[in-house]
T-cell receptor, first 110, second 116 residues
Framework: GQNIDQPTEMTATEGAIVQINCTYQ??????LFWYQQHAGEAPTFLSY????GLEEKGRFSSFLSRSKGYSYLLLKELQMKDSASYLC???????????FGTGTRLQVFP | EPEVTQTPSHQVTQMGQEVILRCVPI?????FYWYRQILGQKVEFLVS????????KSEIFDDQFSVERPDGSNFTLKIRSTKLEDSAMYFC??????????????FGDGTRLSIL
């Protein structure tokens, strides 16, 4: 079966660091993507991991452990505009469809 | 930056009517997708399309659904006889490479479909 788990909601303060976790159990794995989605808008691509380790991209970093079926998205120096849902998505091994988690709604407070 | 565009942004349709959602993928992309997101729920895969044929479809994508690339730029999703449960945001996505690529799928802004 396919199962991707993320916390439903998180809160943080402007300027802080927040880590959003994602665990997955899928029948196949060919990469994990993180997308940001503001309410009523399209998901926008943030990061991609296919090998174990950390990928850094400015204020955003993403980590993957394939043996543990685990990833996290790290957001540093939080800004108010970072308030959004963060979607963890696993790409199926044999096709290129994305299997999404329910998303984590992050609220950043001043 | 090139983007995926979708029209209309909002479509209201009576139950049982046919609806066509339109997408213009990024111009040099070869892989096309439709996803849907029911309000408050997760994004769900519907169908992928490559080389003028369906690559994969989900259980949601039944006989009432079809996709077409009528010309070199448009990619459409048709629902033949809409049901109340088809109400959702429908996202089109495209990518320039497929399964073994690190290139992401780029999403359009979506069409909000409301079935009355």
């Amino acid at each position: 079966g396919q199962n991707i788990d993320q916390p439903t909601e998180m809160t943080a303060t402007e300027g802080a660091i927040v880590q959003i976790n994602c665990t997955y159990q899928t029948s196949g794995f060919n990469g994990l993507f993180w997308y940001q989605q503001h309410a009523g808008e399209a998901p926008t691509f943030l990061s991609y991991n296919v090998l174990d380790g950390l990928e850094e991209k400015g204020r955003f970093s993403s980590f993957l452990s394939r043996s543990k079926g685990y990833s996290y998205l790290l957001l540093k120096e939080l800004q108010m505009k970072d308030s959004a849902s963060y979607l963890c998505a696993v790409r199926d091994r044999d096709t290129d469809k994305l299997i999404f988690g329910t998303g984590t709604r992050l609220q950043v407070f001043p | 930056e090139p983007e995926v565009t979708q029209t209309p942004s909002h479509q209201v349709t009576q139950m049982g009517q046919e609806v066509i959602l339109r997408c213009v993928p990024i111009s040099n992309h070869l892989y096309f997708y439709w996803y849907r997101q029911i309000l408050g729920q997760k994004v769900e895969f519907l169908v992928s399309f490559y080389n003028n044929e369906i690559s994969e479809k989900s259980e949601i994508f039944d006989d009432q659904f079809s996709v077409e690339r009528p010309d070199g730029s448009n990619f459409t999703l048709k629902i033949r006889s809409t049901k109340l449960e088809d109400s959702a945001m429908y996202f089109c996505a495209s990518s320039d490479e497929g399964t073994y690529s690190n290139q992401p799928q780029h999403f359009g802004d979506g069409t909000r479909l409301s079935i009355l």
